[in-house]
């Protein structure tokens, strides 16, 4: 692999893009087909060591041979490219860009003339329930980018990788993240912008707690349009409270405010998931382990909650202050759980009594190689009292079928890039 090989046969590039947890939900289209949402949205960016999409991107006109056109591999499947059709919509639009730069440019090699093969994987199980389509189109419009050369900026790609998925329009960056809904018909005022960067509060971390049971209701696409079709309590949640918890949101975040932080994040995952219930017919995704870990998360914040001074109202603010940890969960099962890092053995500590490893896993596969370490180093704090205080009884055991614990990371990046002389290597497995 070489710089600067010009005349090479195949060009291509490998990145990876993160996967972003919401806690501000984005929940109803006012447009299905370009992905708009009926309200803003905020995000943290999971780190891409812990959980990641990886796309290699390559062209080539040794790809026309098989007559096969544009290919796609998703965690190592042959998809149909005609099918995916937000897929091939991205992959035109790169490629009309690209064919535009080369029109103007002579000298540039034509690269929007050969066939695409595009490999993706996750390297978390997509069975896992977590969101994989805001990595993976983040991941598909980055890569795009890379292999032609094109000098779209950051909120471009956004407005590009929302037409895949609108929640994967909040990927394309690190930190702290709001999709700003915007109001046009064409949607190029609705796109995503960096609130703070990863460096800003990298204290806040994230365990998530897969629940075992974690197909889905129904896919968030028909689930949110059930809901702008017939929920009385939606339109009140987008025109009073997501407003008024994006300010809170941002205020928390940079002022770096747990509380206001966690009360605001718990609050809007429990207004989406009545939302979904107040749908008609109702849509439900927790289940009885996400309601367990919400009564453990409540349980434990309890103990140490001060109710704020008089004049504290939750319209403004927190009611509490003192949060341990917060809880948000999107259209499926799994319990994300956000805390500090300071506060993380205890959490775990808490965790590990209350929620019993799967009896199918060891204790490495269920809670990965960090919270593994943390158990078998014996440095947690004894929380025996406060599982007493808590008054809660451990969760069924394989309600929860592996934690992964993470924090807050950088967007997208290049991990290869350069021209492959002849035959393509392109990399099926990604990581
Ligand atoms: C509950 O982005 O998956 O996770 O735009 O139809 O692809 P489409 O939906 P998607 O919806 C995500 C909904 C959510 C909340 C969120 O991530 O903000």
């Known amino acids: 692999v070489t710089e600067s090989a010009p005349s090479a046969d195949v060009t291509q590039v490998t990145v990876c893009?993160?996967?972003n947890i919401a806690v501000i939900k984005y929940w109803g289209k006012r447009s299905v087909s370009l992905?708009?949402?009926?309200?803003?949205?905020?995000?943290v960016t999971l780190h891409t060591d812990d959980l990641r999409s990886t796309t290699t991107a390559a062209c080539s006109p040794l790809f026309a041979s098989s007559g096969e056109g544009d290919i796609l591999w998703l965690n190592g499947k042959k998809e149909n490219v005609a099918k995916a059709k937000r897929f091939a919509a991205a992959v035109e639009e790169a490629r009309k860009m690209r064919r535009e730069r080369e029109t103007a440019d002579a000298s540039l090699p034509k690269l929007s003339q050969q066939p695409i093969r595009i490999a993706s994987v996750n390297n978390f199980p997509t069975a896992a329930g977590l969101a994989s389509s805001a990595s993976g189109y983040a991941a598909l419009v980055f890569a795009l980018k890379e292999l032609y050369d094109l000098p779209v900026s950051a909120?471009?790609?956004?407005?590009?990788?929302?037409?895949?998925?609108?929640?994967?329009c909040r990927s394309v960056f690190g930190g702290f993240v709001a999709w700003r809904a915007g109001e046009k018909e064409d949607g190029?005022?609705?796109?995503?912008?960096?609130?703070a960067d990863d460096g800003h509060w990298p204290d806040v971390e994230a365990l998530i707690?897969?629940?075992?049971?974690?197909?889905?209701d129904v896919g968030s696409t028909e689930g949110m349009q059930g809901t702008v079709a017939t929920s009385e309590l939606f339109p009140a949640r987008v025109a009073n409270s997501v407003p008024k918890r994006m300010k809170q949101?941002?205020?928390?975040i940079a002022s770096r405010d747990f509380d206001l932080f966690a009360e605001t994040t718990m609050r809007d995952s429990n207004q989406f998931h009545a939302t979904c219930l107040d749908t008609y017919p109702p849509v439900f995704y927790m289940n009885d382990a996400s309601r367990a870990v919400v009564r453990l998360v409540h349980a434990y914040n309890d103990l140490f909650l001060a109710k704020e001074p008089s004049g504290a109202d939750e319209t403004?603010?927190?009611t509490y202050r003192g949060y341990r940890c917060a809880y948000t969960f999107d259209a499926g099962p799994n319990a994300v759980i956000y805390t500090l890092r300071s506060n993380l053995p205890q959490l775990a500590a808490i965790v590990q009594q209350l929620i019993p490893n799967a009896p199918e896993t060891n204790k490495e596969e269920?809670?990965?190689p960090y919270l593994a370490e943390l158990f078998n180093s014996g440095s947690l704090p004894d929380v025996s009292g406060v599982i007493e205080y808590m008054g809660l009884s451990p969760l069924p055991v394989g309600a929860i079928r592996r934690a992964i614990h993470t924090k807050v990371g950088p967007g997208p990046t290049v991990l290869a890039k350069g021209y492959v002389d002849g035959v393509s290597l392109l990399r099926t497995d990604g990581n």
């Not at 707690?209 to 889905?216: I, M, R, T, W």
């Not at 949101?249 to 928390?252: F, I, V």
């Open 17 to 19: 893009a993160p996967v």
């Open 35 to 43: 992905n708009l949402p009926t309200n803003s949205s905020l995000s």
């Open 155 to 168: 909120t471009e790609l956004s407005r590009a990788a929302r037409l895949g998925s609108g929640s994967a």
């Open 188 to 195: 190029l005022d609705s796109v995503a912008e960096q609130v």
């Open 209 to 216: 707690l897969v629940a075992s049971d974690a197909k889905k």
């Open 249 to 252: 949101m941002e205020k928390a």
């Open 316 to 318: 403004d603010g927190p």
């Open 366 to 368: 269920f809670w990965g």
